[in-house]
Nanobody, 117 residues
Framework: QVQLVESGGGLVQAGGSLRLSCAASGRTFRRSAMGWFRQAPGKERELVASISWSSGITYYLDSVKGRFTISRDNAANTVYLQMNSLKPEDTAVYYC??????????WGQGTQVTVSS
């Protein structure tokens, strides 16, 4: 089981940047692929980016390609999401979790990202 705490969200103007962090604990973190997800008001949660346990394979949602970068530091048990050139449509609560998720996946509090136009 992996326990997760997201941080780094905030209010930023369009075109700005934020770096999200996800502190993980639990024995399986270093063997787990991880993902950043987001949920905007009235919308379903979606996968934004994922990274394999070795960092060798990454995936990005088309709308964030070239703007977001996912990375991880297994020694620090942390996953990051660098978000540049933010747009108002990136406004959402961002969550990290083991990827892929299942019906029994437990979600943390997430971190709010608000991009003003």
């Amino acid at each position: 089981q992996v326990q997760l705490v997201e941080s780094g969200g905030g209010l930023v103007q369009a075109g700005g940047s934020l770096r999200l962090s996800c502190a993980a604990s639990g024995r399986t973190f270093r063997r787990s692929a991880m993902g950043w997800f987001r949920q905007a008001p009235g919308k379903e949660r979606e996968l934004v980016a994922s990274i394999s346990w070795s960092s060798g394979i990454t995936y990005y949602l088309d709308s964030v390609k070239g703007r977001f970068t996912i990375s991880r530091d297994n020694a620090a048990n942390t996953v990051y999401l660098q978000m540049n050139s933010l747009k108002p449509e990136d406004t959402a609560v961002y969550y990290c979790n083991v990827y892929p998720v299942t019906v029994t996946t437990i979600w943390g509090q997430g971190t709010q990202v608000t991009v003003s136009s």
